[in-house]
C-alpha cells in the first residue's frame, strides 16, 4: 500500500508557522471549508476553540476516507494530537475498525475532572476511548474506540488521574515501546498516532512540553519497520515538533527518518 501525505498546519485551531516547506508536490494541504474568523486563543472559550477545530477536522476527515478507499495509507501531519479523531473518522468512513496505536510521552488520558491544568491537550486518547469531552467526536459522528483495540507506548509521564483513569480502563499500556517488537497484533487494520515528543529528549528537543527520557531514534526506527513490515498500516497521525524551537532542524530530520520507516 502506497501512502499520501496531507499537512495539516493547525495547532487548537490556530493556524501553525514553519511546517510550510513540508508541502512538497507530493503533499496535499488541509484547509477549512470556510475561513476561520482571526482570534485571539486567550479570549476563546474551550467550545469556541473546538468549534474552530471541527471547521478544520471536517475535511481531514474526507480526504483520509478518499484516500483509503483508494487503496492508499493516508499520513496525516498536525501541529497537535487531537488531530488523531479526524484521521480516526475518515479511517471509520472508509469501512474499517483499526487496532489503534498511540505513541507518546504523555498519556493524554485526562478529562475535565482529573486534569490539573485544564489543557485540551491532554484529553485526546480518552477522548478517543469515549471518555470526558465528546463535543467534536459527536461533530464527525465519530464512534468511540474500544479499550480493547487501543494500545498505549511509552507514556512515560503520566499525571495521577490519568493513572487512575488507564487502570481502570482496558487499554494495553505498554511502558517501553520495545515491547511492541514482542506484542500480537489482531488481525485488522491498524491506524497509528505519532506525538514526536515521545523520541528521546537528547534526539529531538523542540518539544513544547519536554520530557526526559524516552526511547531513541533508533529503537523507535526498529519498531516503526516492524509494524511497516505487517502492511496492515491504514493511517498514521503525526502531532509535530515545535518549529520555532528547531534552529538546525535536528527534530525534524529524525521525525522525517522516522515516518519514512513507518510507511515506505
Known amino acids: 500500500m502506497t501512502s499520501k501525505f496531507i499537512l495539516n498546519p493547525y495547532y487548537y485551531g490556530q493556524p501553525l508557522a514553519g511546517l510550510a ?30 468549534a474552530r477545530m471541527i471547521e478544520i477536522y471536517r475535511p481531514l476527515a474526507l480526504w483520509t ?35 489503534f496505536i498511540w505513541f507518546d510521552a504523555h498519556g493524554d488520558f485526562n478529562t475535565w475532572e482529573t486534569t490539573p491544568s485544564g489543557y485540551l491537550g491532554g484529553m485526546p486518547l480518552a477522548i478517543v476511548s469515549g471518555r470526558g469531552e465528546q463535543m467534536i467526536p459527536r461533530a464527525l459522528k465519530f464512534n468511540n474506540i474500544p ?30 515501546v520495545s515491547m511492541l517488537l514482542d506484542t ?32 531513541s531514534v533508533a529503537m523507535l526506527s526498529r519498531v516503526f519497520k516492524h509494524l511497516a ?19 538546525e532542524g535536528q527534530t525534524e530530520t529524525a521525525v522525517m527518518g522516522l515516518l519514512q520507516d513507518l510507511v515506505n
Do not use: Y
Not at 494541504?29 to 486567550?42: G, S, Y
Not at 483509503?68 to 474499517?96: M, P
Not at 483495540?149 to 480502563?169: F, H, K, M, Y
Not at 515545535?242 to 534552529?247: F, I, K, Q, Y
Open 21 to 50: 516547506h513540508l508541502a512538497t508536490q507530493n503533499w496535499d494541504v488541509n484547509h477549512p471549508d470556510k475561513p476561520l474568523p482571526i482570534a485571539d486563543p486567550a479570549n476563546l472559550t474551550p467550545q469556541e476553540t473546538m
Open 65 to 99: 476516507e478518499s484516500t483509503i478507499k483508494d487503496r492508499h495509507c493516508a499520513v496525516a501531519l498536525s501541529g497537535d494530537c487531537s488531530s488523531s479523531f479526524a484521521v480516526l473518522t475518515g479511517v471509520q468512513n472508509a469501512g474499517l475498525s483499526p487496532t
Open 147 to 176: 479499550d480493547e483495540q487501543i494500545i498505549l507506548t511509552d507514556a512515560r509521564e503520566l499525571d495521577p488521574g490519568e493513572v487512575s483513569n488507564l487502570a481502570d480502563s482496558e487499554v494495553t499500556h505498554l511502558t517501553d
Open 184 to 215: 500480537t497484533l489482531p488481525d485488522r487494520p491498524i491506524s497509528i498516532h505519532f506525538d514526536v515528543d515521545v523520541i528521546n529528549h537528547n534526539e529531538a528537543s523542540a518539544m513544547e512540553f519536554p520530557t526526559q527520557g524516552g526511547p
Open 229 to 247: 513490515s505487517t502492511k496492515r498500516i491504514v493511517s498514521v497521525s503525526i502531532s509535530s515538533w515545535v518549529p520555532h524551537l528547531d534552529s
